[in-house]
């Protein structure tokens, strides 16, 4: 992220986004991560049209990334997954996918940004909402208690608790490399 402070603003927001979804923290961070190195920014609503996609269509959140990365450079194989057809002629794509029974056509021209903003706006129409809506289910609250359990352990390390813990235990194996050393820990072993 190029600061510490803007590393953290963008942990907050992954936080945030994992708790009101049915995607974990690990699964969460590995989309954001994803996305950035694509050079898509997860914060322009490319990660919740990812999501809502990807929760529509019952696929892993990482296969939505994939798809829209792989668009993104003229690669369409993957948004076959999400109900999109497209085709490239020329300076032109043309995207072809089904609403609401009737088939529709959005054409673009044939650039990065493009095409982005057409497959997260397919994605918005036609799953818009989905990971909110998949959050209520049994699965979805088990996703989020899982969220908060893995914010809980990590506003628990930030606080400072595993360098202390981290501390005893040295101390512990300092003790017990000087036992070997000196030879102690035979005699306590043979009684």
């Known amino acids: 992220e190029g ?17 009101r979804t049915p995607y974990d923290l690990e699964e969460v961070m590995e989309a954001f991560v994803q996305l950035k190195a694509y050079g898509i920014d997860p914060l322009d609503g490319s990660l919740t049209s990812a999501g809502d996609a990807a929760s ?10 994939e798809a829209l990365a792989d668009a993104q450079t003229g690669e369409f194989e993957r948004l076959k997954a999400f109900a999109i057809r497209a085709s490239a002629e020329g300076n032109r794509v043309r995207f072809q996918y089904v609403k609401d029974g009737k088939n529709v056509v959005r054409e673009v021209e044939n650039n990065a940004t493009a095409i982005k903003e057409a497959v997260t706006g397919i994605w ?68």
């Open 3 to 19: 600061s510490a402070a803007k590393a953290q603003a963008s942990m907050d927001w992954v936080q945030d986004f994992a708790k």
């Open 56 to 65: 529509g269509m019952s696929k892993r959140l990482m296969e939505s990334v």
């Open 124 to 191: 918005n129409e036609r799953f818009g909402g989905n990971m909110v809506r998949q959050s209520k289910s049994f699965v979805g609250l088990m996703s989020n208690l899982k969220a908060a359990w893995s914010d809980f352990l990590l506003r628990v390390g930030q606080a400072g608790i595993f360098d202390a813990v981290k501390k005893k235990l040295e101390g512990v194996l300092k003790w017990l490399d000087d036992r070997l050393a000196d030879g102690s820990i035979n005699k306590w072993a043979k009684q």
